[in-house]
């Protein structure tokens, strides 16, 4: 199978997962459908891994050394944690109210700990495999560099469909944040850790 099949498939599942925003209400369940979709998209990308279609660096899973590692994840997060500073604290009122769906989030749930920690890991690691590493691997030789931001930073908005203008626009400039690392070090880890710490803060927010 074509590489740019594959990345078509992996981001399917994201689009249709949006739809349970919409439809489930249960905490629980919501949690256990996204687990699962993400899941299935990591299996789905190890087994043409395992096969030959993929390679490690198609997916961007090597480590960078332990320098890039440190300042690249450093210079990301800060950029990444004054953006939130700024769109969670100064532009927040003036985004346009409503949305189509919702996370149904309940932080007295008991899953919540385990949702906010093991399952925020998850997110970042399954959105980065594909919106970063297959994305921008299969891309960056067929687009220009602006190209590339954009078409990688829509795709992973786009993914947030049924949430709010807020969070389709945050979406859309996190996904800008995260390109240069991933590009610079050939390596999704950088940009990984500080998805987890955006949402982290998020969640917790």
Known sequence: ??????????????????????FVSSYPLWAALDYAVRLAIIAFLFYFLWRGNLTKDDLMLRLPSTTNLILWTTATAAISMAFLCLTEFTLAPYYPKG????????????????????????????EEIVCRGLTLSTLKNKLSTPALYIVSAGLFSLMHWSLSTHT????FIYGLIFVPATLATNSIWP???????????????
């Open 168 to 171: 389709l626009f945050d979406a």
């Open 191 to 205: 940009a990984t850790i500080v998805h987890f710490l955006v949402n982290f803060v998020l969640y917790n927010m």
């Open 1 to 22: 199978m074509r590489k740019s099949t594959i990345l078509i498939l992996a981001y399917l599942p994201y689009y249709l997962n949006d739809f349970s925003n919409i």
């Open 99 to 126: 949305s189509i769906g919702s996370a149904p989030i309940d932080v007295t749930s008991p899953i919540f700990l385990f949702d906010s920690t093991v399952g925020l890991i998850l997110v970042g690691f399954s």
